[in-house]
């Protein structure tokens, strides 16, 4: 599905409707983050007491953040590139597209980065599939094979090729039917093993550490810390993905609405993951803050010591294995949306030199130290940033009254008043404490 670009008067694939499009945005905000680092966090700090900041960040983020960044897209009907340098344009300055290039930049990092974790999530998959994971008799010695220098090449490859598939055939021909898929999957099949888990014995604990919150950790500064970068990452804030998934909306969609529901079903995702996670820790006895180990080395011991274990872990790493591919596509999508619009390539060619370039850094960062250091440096220093020159020029840059009036568009209901000091203040003031934060923590999402 196409319409007709009104400021470059080019035609621009889009998606086909409100829910393909909610769809996708929940797609590319599910993702690693919710699976093994929100059941972390819950356990690191007080249970259901640190539900308590991260939905309050949610809301907040979700209502200024997300309609901003969607705002801006559809506005502009580009991505940052293109979007940051018409901001610019509107007060008579130059330099937008070289300031655009950081969420770009940031985007395309990401996704390298994450394309390794991929690519051992893939091999945990197949492993569950053919035995050979669930046989083996020690979980961290069979994901240190993997996680070293060029020790998932094939795997590797393998991701992007299915990457390549899936973005190749455009917006509403592509990356929408697949989240259409993919992500009701992803769902249904942690359903599933949430099920199975409550039935292990042991697991009751698990939810009692969950429900019966530790109040002290409220008291705790830095429940709040990671409260707020747990939200924030988690809802794909960069200045970068959801601009370029905006920028692909029709006019006639309500920003508002689509942002709550975005919101609404990322946090359904982590309490989903949450439900799966902490009570099977719990029933087997390991540590609900193991943090990174949980999802290669926790888990699947946990697969290896439950009745129809091997039918789980395959279930599992098949859901994580979705989630990951939603948020893959978003990832890679700022960029090859923006060499598009730039230098006029076709959507394959675009999409082909862009995970070849991923690929040919990719293979260098395989080795599990180094593709942590790597994901640190861009989620401390580059995402936060992105996320705030976003925020910048949607509620400063092209003025007062901009995001308000574009984010009415196709609305029926007036939005309040508490929209623009919640989104000029309140949330470019946390952008910017979430990029101070990070910095002084060595990273809080």
């Avoid at 539900?51 to 983020?61: E, N, R």
């Avoid at 592509?174 to 992803?186: A, D, S, T, W």
Wanted: charged content about 10%.
């Amino acid at each position: 599905m196409t319409e007709k670009n009104t400021l470059n008067a080019k035609p621009r694939d889009i998606f086909s409707s409100k829910f393909g499009f909610i769809i996708a945005c929940i797609g590319s905000a599910v993702g690693m983050g919710n699976i093994w680092l929100f059941p972390y966090r819950v356990g690191q700090f007080g249970g259901a007491a640190f539900l308590i900041p991260y939905i309050i960040f949610v809301a907040l983020l979700g209502m200024s953040g997300i309609v901003g960044e969607i705002t801006l897209g559809r506005t502009m009907r580009t991505g940052p590139l293109g979007s940051f340098k018409k901001a610019l344009e509107m007060r008579g300055l130059k330099g937008g597209e070289f300031i655009g290039l950081i969420p770009v930049i940031g985007s395309l990092a990401t996704a390298i980065g994450y394309t390794v974790v991929m690519a051992w999530v893939l091999k945990f998959f197949i492993g569950s599939l053919s035995g050979e994971m669930i046989k083996s008799e020690d979980s961290g010695a069979y994901f240190g094979e993997i996680a070293t220098d060029f020790g998932s090449v094939p795997w590797h490859i393998i991701v992007l090729v299915v990457t390549f598939a899936f973005m190749a055939f455009g917006i509403s021909k592509g990356i929408e039917r697949v989240n259409k898929v993919l992500m009701p999957l992803f769902y249904l099949l942690f359903v599933i093993i949430a099920i199975r888990v409550a039935f292990l014995p042991g697991s009751g604990a698990g939810y009692d550490f969950m429900f019966n919150p530790d109040w002290s950790a409220l008291a705790n500064p830095q429940t709040w810390v990671f409260a707020l970068g747990q939200a924030f990452f988690s809802l794909s804030l960069a200045g970068s993905g959801t601009v370029v998934y905006g920028s692909y909306l029709s006019k006639k969609e309500d920003i508002v609405s689509s942002a709550k529901y975005i919101a609404i079903f990322d946090t359904l995702a982590s309490m989903t993951a949450a439900m799966v996670i902490i009570p099977a820790v719990f029933a087997f006895g390991t540590d609900p803050t193991s943090g990174p180990p949980l999802l290669f080395i926790t888990m699947p011991s946990i697969f290896k010591a439950m009745p129809l274990g091997q039918i789980i872990a395959i279930i599992f790493f098949l859901a994580v294995m979705f989630a990951g591919f939603t948020s893959l596509v978003n990832l890679y999508e700022t960029s090859v949306e923006a060499i598009q619009n730039k230098f006029g390539l076709s959507r394959k060619i675009s999409v082909g030199l862009i995970l070849l370039l991923g690929l040919a850094v990719g293979l260098f960062i395989e080795n599990g130290d180094t593709v942590s250091t790597w994901m640190d440096v861009v989620s401390i220093y580059i995402v936060p940033l992105g996320a705030l020159l976003a925020a910048i020029m949607t509620y400063w840059v092209c003025g007062k009254n901009f995001a308000r009036e574009n984010a009415q568009i196709g609305r029926e209901k007036p939005i309040g008043r508490w929209f623009e000091p919640l989104s000029r203040y309140v949330f470019c003031g946390v952008t910017i404490a979430v990029y101070i934060l990070g910095i002084f923590y060595g990273g809080i999402g």
